[in-house]
């Protein structure tokens, strides 16, 4: 089942936790893994889930199961985490450095998922921010190794430049006649 919005949602910092929650009403909250240094100033402070958090959320919530077979539980907890890094992370500089560039061009749009190769690893990325020429994407896989002594975990962000994506390879079905 999925977690649809209502009126009651509303962003927090936990402070027991030092990361950005969200509120689901009197008996839920989510944590996402975003801690203070990263967040904007607002997401410091209780604040509503707009109606602009509520369809980029929904948004998610269709494209997400059509792309990855994934449970219902790691849709919403997806979904959520992307929403929190679209509107309350901090703009960041692309570190593209630390990934190959890619062999083919892509049409980058909030939503659509890469991958990204660096040190021999590739991992699954989420695009949740999209500009002309970088998009800050969430990490998917379980963690997305930068060097040996920095490795970025399941749903941490960071922007690459365009270049760097590579398309997901579809499987081709072969017919024989």
């Keep these: 089942m999925l977690l649809m919005p209502n009126k009651d949602w509303q962003w927090e910092y936990n402070e027991t936790f030092k990361q950005l929650s969200i509120s689901l009403g009197s008996e839920m909250e989510f944590l996402t893994p975003y801690k203070s240094k990263s967040l904007i100033p607002d997401a410091l402070v209780t604040s ?32 959520l985490n992307a929403t929190a890094a679209h509107f309350m992370i901090k703009p ?7 990934f190959e560039i890619s062999q083919e061009c892509v049409y980058c749009d909030v939503g659509k998922l890469f991958s990204l190769n660096a040190n021999g690893t590739s991992v699954l990325v989420l695009v949740v921010e999209n500009s002309l020429q970088a998009a800050l994407v969430m990490v998917l896989s ?7 002594s920095k490795v970025l975990q399941q749903f941490d962000t960071i922007k ?18």
Aim: contains cysteine.
């Design 48 to 79: 509503e889930f707009s109606v602009d958090h509520a369809k980029f959320y929904i948004n998610l919530l269709e494209k997400l199961p059509k792309a990855l077979k994934i449970s219902d539980a790691a849709v919403v907890q997806t979904a």
């Design 92 to 98: 960041q500089m692309p570190k593209s450095w630390f």
């Design 142 to 148: 379980r963690e997305c190794p930068l060097t040996e």
């Design 160 to 177: 690459v430049m365009h270049n760097r994506l590579n398309p997901l390879k579809k499987a081709k079905l072969v017919v024989a006649a």
